[in-house]
């Protein structure tokens, strides 16, 4: 069992950077595959990024080259550094965890979720 608590949303304008941080409770957080999922309204919760147990990551097409995931495992803490952030990355950002290795970008293979934190990229 692990709980999620994700920090970091709030508003920024167009072409700003935030970095998000979802920190875990539990003695087992390096044993978990982590997630970034988001949701804007009316859409369906999208794959954003996933880091391996062992720190390899995957980034959604739409956030190459502009979005970093990290973890830290001495602090049970994942980030997702976000930089020249787009109106169109407004959304609910969600941390998830997963013990499969097999977790990818499907969200429904994730067991455990976080409640989400607000982003809003301003024009």
């Known amino acids: 069992q692990v709980q999620l608590i994700e920090s970091g949303g709030g508003l920024v304008q167009a072409g700003g950077s935030l970095r998000l941080s979802c920190a875990a409770s539990?003695?087992?957080?390096?044993?978990?595959?982590m997630g970034w999922f988001r949701q804007a309204p009316g859409k369906e919760r999208a794959f954003v990024a996933r880091?391996?147990?062992?720190?390899?990551?995957y980034l959604g097409d739409s956030v190459k080259g502009r979005f970093t995931i990290s973890r830290d495992n001495a602090k049970n803490t994942v980030y997702l550094q976000m930089n020249n952030l787009k109106p169109e990355d407004t959304a609910v950002y969600y941390c998830a965890a997963d013990l499969s290795v097999a977790a990818g970008s499907n969200p429904r293979v994730y067991d455990y979720w976080g409640q989400g934190t607000q982003v809003t990229v301003s024009s």
């Open positions: 539990g003695r087992t957080f390096s044993s978990y595959v």
């Open positions: 880091i391996s147990r062992g720190g390899n990551t």
